[in-house]
């Protein structure tokens, strides 16, 4: 009982280590305004820890509680709303996206979701946020962010397919293994 007991503190506590990382890093968006694509994508990043280190649960509970404080505390709401809609859970729904064989139908998911994401974030930012459209410029530039997203979550995703390899051979042998001894 005993154990198992403190295998739960230790998931908790993880778990609230990530969620405060991924808040100071969603707050810097207040700081540095150009982080406003960065940060989200970075805080997703750390639900990777979560992943390898406890569950794919405890980073899902871990990715809703980030998203309601990025509400809170953020300074930039359409950081907190790409980290909502997209950043945050991603690295979790990649993994079922990896379980597919076919890895064209694994692409077409991958991009449809992302995708379905820009979508829903232009229209968020737009009328609820109340924030100016490119229409004064035409669909050439829409047709051009569209792209350059698409291809900035290209390089996102390499990253995401890299994290696990650096978790395991570079954090974990090299760091925590030294940090134990």
Known sequence: MRRNNRNLSSR??????????????MFLTGVLPALYIAAPMAAGLLM???????????????????SLLSLI???DK????MFILFFGYY???RLYFERMRAKALKMICKYAVFNLFLVLDYL??????????????GAVMMV???????????????????????YHQVFVKKVLIRHRS
């Open 12 to 25: 908790v506590a993880l778990g609230g280590i990530v969620a405060a990382l991924c808040i100071v890093i």
């Open 124 to 137: 968020a930012t737009v009328y609820v946020f109340g924030l100016p459209t490119f229409e004064d410029t």
């Open 48 to 66: 990777i820890i979560l992943v390898e280190e406890v569950s794919i649960g405890w980073a899902w509970l871990t990715y809703l509680a980030v």
């Open 78 to 81: 359409e950081a907190a709303l």
């Open 91 to 93: 690295p979790m729904l």
């Open 144 to 166: 051009l962010l569209v792209i350059a997203f698409n291809l900035v979550f290209y390089f996102y995703d390499r990253v995401l397919s890299r994290m696990d390899w650096f």
């Open 73 to 75: 505390v953020t300074f």
